[in-house]
């Protein structure tokens, strides 16, 4: 029998203070700290991403931060074939996997397994979302109803990425989402034990944090790194609407760069905006993991 490795994961909310514990929990440990949020993996907005600063990494060593270029796409399933590999490796180097990050799904892609649903192509995935685009809310989610009624079922029109997403799979592999999602998932490698450290701070001190990060980020250079990737954005070696573009903060400062807002009315929005993120997060850490 194997000898069974333990992989730490440190989760929760945004501005909880996870790449602290997990740092301390890599010193003690002789560990290796290795990405789990979706934004984080990508190269293009470290500050706004809130990625690890050159201090943390020559403290202890850090893996898949800044690992994609931003128009790469990252499902849960993709993440879960980039970072298995490497978890592997942290374990046969004889240090400890600590997995830090506040992408639920892409810890329950590690944990739970996955369903065997293959990658979408990019072009099949282009088509769909443009041809949502084209004929709107009510009338693609009709063209869904009509072709894939189980799955229809279970969305309502507005819910546009799971609609998009039942489409996009029917399109590229000619079944249901439903019939992938009944088929055996694939589970983690039998020698892996998980220990979970959920940080969950009481609310009014998971707010002051993070609206005491926004404007840190703002004072050590937000502004120019938003200006930086916008400028990306307008020569189009960046994609508009890549999922950095969904990065807490960017389109209000982007707003603000483009005369729109007053830079006190885009940080107090992008505040109020991390506030209620952070909080759905809290809820799902606590519901789901």
């Known amino acids: ?93 004889g240090k400890t996997p600590i997995i830090c990050g506040g992408t639920g799904l892409y810890i329950k892609a590690l944990i739970d397994g996955l369903s065997p649903i293959p990658d979408i192509p990019e072009d099949i995935r282009d088509a769909v979302v443009a041809r949502y685009e084209k004929i709107g809310a009510e009338a693609f989610y009709a063209e869904l109803e009509a072709r894939d009624p189980e799955m229809a079922s279970r969305f309502h029109v507005n819910h546009k990425a799971r609609i998009i997403r039942a489409m996009e799979v029917l399109e590229a592999t000619g079944k249901s989402l439903a019939e992938w999602q009944e088929m055996p998932r694939s589970g983690p490698p039998e020698n892996w034990q998980f220990e979970i450290h959920k940080i969950l701070p009481e609310r009014e001190d998971l707010y002051d944090r993070c609206n005491r990060r926004f404007e840190w980020m703002v004072e050590n250079g937000a502004l120019e790194e938003t200006k930086e990737f916008t400028a990306r954005l307008e020569s189009e070696d960046v994609k508009e609407g890549v999922p950095l573009c969904k990065a807490l903060g960017f389109r209000e400062l982007r707003a603000h760069l483009n005369g729109e807002l007053e830079l006190d009315e885009a940080i107090e929005t992008a505040q109020g905006i991390t506030r209620r993120y952070a909080k759905r997060q809290v809820t799902w850490f606590r519901n789901q993991l």
Do not use: W
């Not at 514990?21 to 293009?44: P, R």
């Not at 809130?50 to 060593?61: C, I, N």
């Not at 790469?72 to 590999?85: F, H, K, L, M």
């Open 1 to 93: 029998m194997s000898t069974l490795a333990t992989v730490h994961i440190i989760a929760g909310p945004t501005a909880s203070g996870k790449s602290d514990t997990a740092i301390q929990l890599a010193e003690k440990l002789d560990g290796v700290i290795i990405n789990c949020d979706s934004q984080q993996i990508y190269d293009g907005l470290p500050l706004l991403s809130a990625q690890p600063s050159d201090e943390d990494k020559d403290r202890v060593p850090h893996r898949l931060y800044a690992t994609l270029h931003p128009n790469d796409v990252c499902s849960a399933g993709n993440y879960r074939e980039i970072a298995e590999p490497v978890i592997n490796e942290v374990i046969e180097s």
